[in-house]
C-alpha cells in the first residue's frame, strides 16, 4: 500500500514535470517565432532600400537561401 503512494506520487511529480516542460517549449517556440519575424522584417526593409540578396545576407549573418526563403514567402 505504500508502495503504492509511492508511485503515485512520483507519477504526480513526472506529469507536473511534463507539463512545465511543455510550457517552456511553447514558450521558446513563441520567442523563436518573434526573432524570426523581426529578421524577415529586416531583410524585407533592405530590399525595400534597394541592397542585393548578397549584401543583406552580408549585413545581418543570414544565409542567401534564408534571405531567398524570406523574400519569398
Request: proline letters at 1%.
Amino acid at each position: 500500500m505504500m508502495l503504492l503512494g509511492f508511485i503515485s506520487g512520483v507519477l504526480a511529480v513526472l506529469a507536473v514535470s511534463g507539463i512545465y516542460l511543455e510550457l517552456q517549449e511553447r514558450k521558446e517556440a513563441q520567442n523563436n517565432r518573434m526573432k524570426y519575424a523581426s529578421q524577415i522584417r529586416q531583410v524585407r526593409t533592405l530590399r525595400k532600400k534597394g541592397m542585393t540578396i548578397r549584401e543583406i545576407s552580408r549585413r545581418t549573418w543570414i544565409p542567401k537561401s534564408t534571405v531567398h526563403r524570406y523574400l519569398n514567402d
